[in-house]
């Protein structure tokens, strides 16, 4: 392999930490508040630019993130830090700004019977619910982050066209949003399909607006990784220890654990402003408090005695 092949790699990266949002959301068994609170402030300490917090989803549908407000009230904010949270309504935007956030997320997806089954309405449907949350971030001077999951491929439809998640994603930068997380959700994705749907992308969009969101369910987030770094994408999300498992693969792994991602990064010498030390002593915490182990491979080798 030529060095040029490295050319387009970024020199320093974004990591967005979605462990207290994605992962925990995700995981079996409530977390006491303080020990959230505690967890947040270990990941701030650790340097993130973007920590995302919590969620303002109705607490009837997601209990485990019902205490959104009191886990933003009572965390440490570091200044150099954004704290973001999942907003999918007027009245959860109305919570959000209550609670002083420093940046909303709306969540939507590129295949049709994933948004029914997931938000219970369409890709349209969606997309008119969340033009009044950000009109209302955007008049309080909020930035705005629009997920689309499924764009790899989907539990219900299989293969997702690329041009599917082009549609949307100019959809949400017509809305006012700010940042697209493309998300593989199911975790299908291989590095062919990663240049596929960036390259469609970046017929339309701002590369500055593209963040990478992969899952490692089956052992391809990492590779997945490179193939967008070769492409000069620079923010890319991934959850301490893992969190987050997969709900449609019951027992693997979800969300690419941020500690991998920057072994990654770091050894390439990209620069993330991020402390992996740092990162771990998050992750031993909260492995410590739920009693498992985490899904980290670079955790495990850190971790690892004798
Ligand atoms: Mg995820």
Redesign the pocket.
Known sequence: MSASAFDAIPQRVTVVE?GPR?GLQNEHGALATADKIHFINLLSAAGFAVIEATSFVSPKAIPQLADASEVLAGIARRPSTRYTALVPNVRGMERALAANISEVAVFTGASESFVQHNIHTSIAGSLANFQPVITMARSAGLRVRGYISTAFGCPYEGTVAPAAVARVATQLLDLGVDELSI?DTIGVATPRAVVDVTRTLLAQVAIDRIAM?F?DTRGTALANVLAALQLGISTFDSAAGGL?GCPYAPGAS??LATEDLLYLLHGMGIVTGVSLEAVIEASRFLAGVRGMTPASRYYAAATASG
Do not use: K, M
């Open positions: 979605v994605d998300g969101h899952h987050g979800g969300n």
